[in-house]
């Protein structure tokens, strides 16, 4: 069932390691059928070069395992809490990506100071409480800090974003870390200007409206 969504699913899981955002097993991809509702997710533990589109578990809204011979990974409460609260939301990506992390680690969110990832988010990246590392906790922390918005850092733990499929999802976590990069290297040479607030819904306006070819998903390049 749902094989063109494992494949996905598992193709934007290899892209974590092959973007430096993971090392190990740590991090994951999971995205949500819009028919019926399901979660393809990655199993916990599992190195990433071993997975394979058969190795994804498919999860109900409430958690139970559908299909799959192993178990979802760890953070399925966190991914199935975010689903339940944003009907938007159709592919999250998580990782412990340094950069990012970084930020997550002393509390702090990323200004929007390049327009590149402000075209994509509109708006920077807020960073949540702290939440104890486990399920409904870090959900909320993660609703209440993205307000709507498609990224946010986890105070002391990492990066979430979400998007309209695990692609776009797995595409943000990817420009996410180079931006915080770059405004990190920035930043150590002194004070940083953010945008406007009416520059940084320019950007993003015209990115949605611009982006890709015509009847193409956006971002997902
Ligand atoms: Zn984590």
């Known amino acids: 069932m749902l094989e063109a969504l494992k494949e996905e699913v598992c193709a934007q899981n290899h892209e974590l390691p092959n973007n430096g955002l993971v090392v190990g097993s740590g991090g994951n991809v999971s995205g949500r059928d819009p028919e019926t509702g399901l979660v393809v997710i990655k199993p916990s533990g599992v ?11 498919v999860v109900d809204p409430d958690g139970a395992v559908i299909e799959g011979e192993m178990r979802p990974s760890v953070d399925t ?3 199935l809490y975010i689903y339940k609260q944003r ?3 159709f592919g999250i990506t998580h ?18 100071v390049l327009t590149p990832i402000t075209h994509m988010l509109g708006r920077d990246i807020p960073c949540s409480r702290y939440a104890t590392p486990g399920e409904v ?12 918005g498609w990224a946010v850092l986890v105070k002391a733990h990492g990066v979430f974003t979400m998007g309209a499929s695990a692609s776009e999802a797995t595409s943000f976590a990817m ?5 915080a990069m770059t405004t990190h290297l920035a930043m150590t040479r002194g ?12 950007c993003y306006n015209w990115f949605r409206k611009n982006y890709g070819q015509a009847g193409e998903k956006k971002v997902n390049s």
Not at 95 to 112: Q, V
Not at 137 to 148: S, Y
């Open 87 to 89: 009907a938007d939301v």
């Open 137 to 148: 906790d870090t959900g909320q922390a993660i609703i209440d800090a993205a307000d709507g």
């Open 95 to 112: 990782t412990h990506s340094p950069y990012a992390s970084s930020f997550a680690a002393r509390g702090e969110r990323i200004p929007a």
């Open 47 to 57: 190195k990433f070069a071993k997975l394979t589109p058969e190795t994804m578990v």
């Open 191 to 202: 004070p940083v200007e953010e945008l406007s607030d009416q520059e940084i819904d320019r």
């Open 77 to 79: 409460g966190i991914h």
């Open 175 to 179: 420009y996410l870390e180079e931006a």
